[in-house]
């Protein structure tokens, strides 16, 4: 039942505008093409997301009548019989974790109503194939859903449940908690792309090679025909363990932070404490047990 009641109908927006969910689809400055590419491709967010999706599927969803007595559950009432089952293709643990990481993804979540008959059903829409469409300052009025290769599909507002989160410019969507990640998450994209080229060229660190000051002077082509042989004799893991040689006066001098100075793996739990945190789930929880005792992880599993 609702909240509460209006007692008029609020005034519609008489223009539409396109929710901020469709222009930022492409984040972390063309970095990674929408959040399901951060969610795809960097562990942290993943591991964090589906921690919360795994743990809030296992609990049950029930249907409980107000009585004079107290509550009592209502196992015969259609929309616990539609919980327990929502399509023929999906069961109720699925549908929750799903909704869950799309909420946790994207801010937005959306199921569709759909009515065969005698039969009700609820499927779960992608929220970057939905977009929200006119409605006043609480909700939007109606939902175009787009499938490619088929036409647009414009669903009414009692077509659809609406999840989200809070936004503080357009209450009518959700702002998705990665926002918040962005400057960390793509550091960490160019961190994993350095370590890569890294481990791609052997783990050998960069460097530049010192010619004494009374060497003779080079050619072009001799500078070229040396850095060329240098690269081809070390550069790659196909050269790994190979011995490259220096002419006599020469000197290699590192220029680059090793690994240990890098700090790849500090950088990484602090990556993976920062999403849990916005995500408001205590780090002990994914693993980080350096500070957590036996008594505390039991209450943050509580």
Do not use: C
């Amino acid at each position: 039942m609702p909240l509460f009641r209006r007692r008029r109908k609020a005034a519609s927006v008489p223009v539409e505008v396109a929710p901020r969910l469709v222009e930022i689809l492409r984040t972390f400055d063309g970095t990674l093409g929408s959040y399901g590419t951060v969610y795809r491709q960097l562990a942290p967010v993943r591991t964090v997301v589906d921690f919360l999706a795994d743990a809030v599927s296992t609990t049950s969803l029930k249907v409980h009548r107000r009585t004079a007595s107290g509550r009592p559950e209502v196992r015969d009432h259609p929309l616990s019989v539609l919980l327990r089952h929502p399509n023929p293709e999906l069961t109720t643990e699925r549908l929750v974790a799903g909704t869950v990481r799309d909420v946790a993804v994207y801010g937005m979540a959306y199921w569709r109503k759909i009515e065969r008959g005698t039969q009700k059903w609820v499927v779960p829409l992608p929220p970057y194939r939905v977009i929200p469409r006119g409605g006043d300052l609480l909700a939007p009025s109606r939902f175009d859903l787009q499938i490619p290769g088929q036409p647009p599909v414009t669903l009414s507002r009692d077509e659809v449940v609406l999840f989200r989160t809070y936004d503080p410019e357009d209450r009518r969507v959700g702002a998705s908690k990665l926002e918040a990640l962005r400057t960390i998450l793509a550091e960490e994209v160019e961190v994993s792309r350095h370590r890569r080229e890294f481990w791609r060229n052997a783990a050998r660190r960069e460097g530049v090679i010192k010619r004494p000051l009374d060497a003779p002077p080079w050619s072009e082509d001799a500078r070229d025909r040396f850095r060329e042989s240098w690269r081809g004799r070390t550069a790659g893991t196909r050269n790994a363990g190979l011995t490259g040689i220096l002419e006599e006066g020469m000197d290699w001098v590192p220029d680059s932070f090793s690994p240990k100075e890098s700090e790849f793996v500090e950088g990484r739990k602090f990556i993976l404490e920062a999403t849990a945190r916005v995500f408001n789930l205590q780090v002990a929880l994914l693993g980080l047990t350096e500070t957590a005792t036996f008594a505390s992880q039991k209450e943050f599993s509580k």
